[in-house]
């Protein structure tokens, strides 16, 4: 399975970014997706999942800011970034898989801007 994610860049506060995360393989639909994010001098940070059945979780930071998605027919999944702050500027990496079979994009940069 390889992930290629994109959608990254510089953005000022308070506006909007969509990261996608294209997906090879046949497994895409029966796994969970997610983003993680790590911040420069900062350990990797969970941001947002989607189970296969479409059940999502954020952490509470990005609550009612960014939501996850995936079409399981394009197999790709998404994260739309509204209300961006500075501390949101980090690399952005996309996962498929459960826990333990993880397979992981290579990241994407978001900068905020304030």
């Known amino acids: 399975v390889q992930l290629q994610a994109s959608g990254g860049g510089l953005v000022q506060a308070g506006g909007s970014l969509r990261l996608s995360c294209a997906v090879s393989g046949s497994t895409f639909s029966i796994n969970a997706f997610g983003w993680y994010r790590q911040a420069p001098g900062e350990q990797r940070e969970f941001v947002a999942t989607i189970s296969s059945g479409g059940t999502t979780n954020y952490v509470d930071s990005v609550k009612g800011r960014f939501t996850i998605s995936r079409d399981n027919a394009e197999n790709t999944g998404y994260l739309q970034m509204d209300s961006l702050k500075p501390e949101d500027t980090a690399v952005y990496y996309c996962?498929?898989?459960?826990?333990?079979?993880?397979?992981w994009g290579q990241g994407t940069q978001v900068t905020v801007s304030s």
């Open positions: 996962y498929a898989g459960p826990p333990g079979r993880r397979s």
